[in-house]
Structures are given as structure tokens and as C-alpha cells.
């Protein structure tokens, strides 16, 4: 497999666009699986490391160091909560009988997500499914915030902002999933009835009976990075486009968004 495309190298940094579905760092149940570090260390040296992680399903910015004095500072800037952090997300609205029920919906007065909206709840590992995380009320959880913005509406779909502000495990991910409205596509906290395809969106459209989604996997994307250079201590902004089939959903859902709705896979 050849390394994912580079977005930014320096004499202290590597950024590279990682695609969803590859691992960042290797699978602690089978340890022969293909992970992005373990390409970096056999190709680029093994004193290139990665500063943060992103979920094996969730595509964009992954920053790496090339040397330790890089990474005792970058580490710093995300231990410290000083990296501002960016990602994109195509959630499903639920109705309030499908979402999950640990937490109220959070909806605005259309019935859709509101315009700004803030998820503080601590979350921590689920102790009945291992690999996944849950909503923890109190003092049990670690503390846990992201914020909100709704960028478009298209019907029972919204493409949001987040901007997570503490970096736990699938945080993104069960925050929206808390306020009823899981990512798409998301295996692990959202509705696995619920996919986005194009005979949905556009009237009168005759597709096929083995029509494929317009968007297949996890619709989630880090696509920014704001971080201190660390030899030059100045703000750098670090970007990663939205990949392909991202855009090919997004087409579709503001063409036809009006109609855009939601179908079971049991139809």
C-alpha cells in the first residue's frame, strides 16, 4: 500500500490526508493489519511519530513530527487543549423515538439541529462493548466537550462543524450521536438502517435494485489543524481537502436537498 498523499513537510512536520478505512496505528487484537505508522516508520525512518490519532473510519489531517524536539512540543500543544481542531460531518436527524435515549435530542425550533450548539457530557470506555465509548453521567466520565455549527440543511441530513475541544476516544461521534443525530454511515453509534442514496433525494429517479450509497463509509473528516509551529513558535493552519466521495454526496444533497430524506435498508 503506498503512503497516503502528503499535505505539508517541513524539517520538523509531516502531515499526510489519511483515507478512511486505514488504521493509524497498529490494531491491538491483529497486529499484521496495514497501518499507517508502520508504512511511515519502514519508508520515512522511525523517528517520524504521530501526535494525535484519528478513528481508522475517519478520512483527513494526520500530523507527524520529525524529530523529538518536534514532538515534545506538539505533544504539549495537545495535552495543553491549545490546538484548535476542525473536522466536517454529514449527520442523520433522528426522530426522538430512533435516537439514543441517554440524553434529550438536541433540536432548534424547526425540529432540525440548531445553528450553534454546544455537547458537554464526560464520556468513557463502554464496559458491555469493548472498543466503543459511552455517555457517562456525573463525575464518571472524563470531561468531554465539542462544539457545533450547522453549515447546511438538507432535510433530515446537516453537514456540520466540529470543533471538538478535549480529544477522547470517538468523541465527535457519540456527542452527535447523544443529541440524535449520528454521523451517516456510522457502525457504531448510529443507525445502521439509515443510508444515503440518490433515489432518495431525487423524484422520479429510477434506480437500479442494487443501487449503492452516493457516500459508503463514516462521514467524518478532520479538515483543519491550527498549531504553534515549533521551531518558529508562529501560527500554522494545516488543511486536508474534502475527499471525493464527500463532495460527490454533498453535489448531490444540495442539487436535491429539498427532497432529501432517508432510507431503511430493510426496504
Known amino acids: 500500500m503506498a503512503l497516503p498523499p502528503i499535505i505539508y513537510e517541513d524539517d520538523d512536520l509531516l502531515a499526510f490526508d489519511k483515507p478512511s478505512g486505514m488504521l493509524v496505528a497498529p490494531d491491538r487484537w491483529d497486529k499484521q493489519r496495514e497501518n499507517l505508522m508502520g508504512l511511515v516508520h519502514e519508508r520515512l525512518g522511525r523517528e517520524v511519530a504521530n501526535v494525535h490519532r484519528l478513528d481508522a473510519d475517519t478520512s483527513g489531517l494526520l500530523l507527524c513530527t520529525k524529530n523529538k524536539r518536534a514532538l515534545d512540543i506538539l505533544s504539549g500543544q495537545f495535552q495543553s487543549k491549545t490546538v484548535a481542531k476542525r473536522y466536517a460531518a454529514i449527520a442523520v436527524v433522528l426522530p426522538p423515538e430512533r435516537a439514543m435515549k441517554v440524553l434529550a435530542p438536541v433540536r432548534g425550533s424547526d425540529g432540525g439541529l440548531p445553528d450553534e450548539f454546544t455537547m458537554d457530557v464526560g464520556l468513557g470506555p463502554d464496559e458491555h462493548q469493548p472498543g466503543r465509548m459511552r455517555i ?24 456540520l462543524e466540529c470543533r471538538p475541544l478535549t480529544g477522547r476516544t470517538h468523541q465527535i461521534r457519540v456527542h452527535l450521536a447523544a443529541a440524535g443525530a449520528p454521523v451517516l454511515n456510522d457502525p457504531f453509534y448510529g443507525d445502521p438502517e439509515i443510508m444515503l442514496l440518490l433515489s432518495d433525494l431525487k423524484r422520479g429517479y429510477k434506480g437500479r435494485a442494487d443501487e449503492k450509497p452516493l457516500l459508503a463509509r463514516l462521514a467524518l473528516h478532520a479538515e483543519q489543524l491550527v498549531i504553534k509551529h515549533p521551531t518558529t513558535g508562529e501560527p500554522l493552519t494545516l488543511r486536508a481537502p474534502l475527499p471525493h466521495d464527500f463532495e460527490v454526496a454533498l453535489k448531490y444533497l444540495r442539487k436535491f436537498g429539498g427532497q432529501a430524506g432517508a432510507r431503511s435498508r430493510s426496504r
Open 136 to 159: 457517562f453521567r456525573g463525575r464518571n466520565g472524563k470531561a468531554s466537550v465539542t462544539e457545533f455549527t450547522t453549515r447546511e440543511r438538507f432535510g433530515r441530513f446537516t453537514l
